[in-house]
């Protein structure tokens, strides 16, 4: 079994190659996914990598890059930076920080603030 902090790396550099398979081989069955930022709640596997991939798809030359990461037992959060251009052409940066929690070493919640 991977580490939490593993299985969230793993993740974000599906996020950043646009590889919804890896993604879902990250997350539980029963994923969940909300972003307070954003209208997106998705629940299970398939919605949640679905959900990433379409939001990533707004967007072209994006990048998520790690600011700092803290793990304890089985919840984990994640400060991050993305960059990208989105379908107007203007360059933006955001930054954010999202809550994990895990189970059997996949993402079984992630929450986006």
């Known amino acids: 079994?991977?580490?939490n902090q593993d299985v969230t790396r793993r993740f974000t550099a599906a996020q950043n190659a646009?590889?919804?398979d890896a993604m879902e081989a990250c997350l539980t069955e029963d994923c969940h996914f909300?972003?307070?930022r954003l209208p997106i709640v998705a629940d299970g596997r398939e919605a949640v990598a679905q959900a990433m991939?379409?939001?990533?798809?707004?967007?072209t030359d994006y990048s998520l890059t790690t600011v700092r990461e803290f793990?304890?037992?089985?919840e984990g959060y994640n400060e991050w930076r993305f960059k990208a251009t989105n379908a107007a052409g203007e360059r933006i940066e955001t930054?954010?920080?999202?809550?994990?929690?895990?189970?059997?070493?996949?993402?079984?919640?992630?929450?986006?603030?």
């Open 1 to 3: 079994m991977s580490s």
């Open 18 to 20: 646009r590889d919804i």
């Open 34 to 36: 909300e972003s307070a």
């Open 53 to 59: 991939a379409t939001w990533l798809d707004a967007h």
């Open 71 to 74: 793990y304890v037992g089985d």
């Open 95 to 113: 930054h954010g920080v999202d809550y994990y929690r895990f189970k059997d070493g996949l993402i079984e919640e992630k929450n986006s603030f």
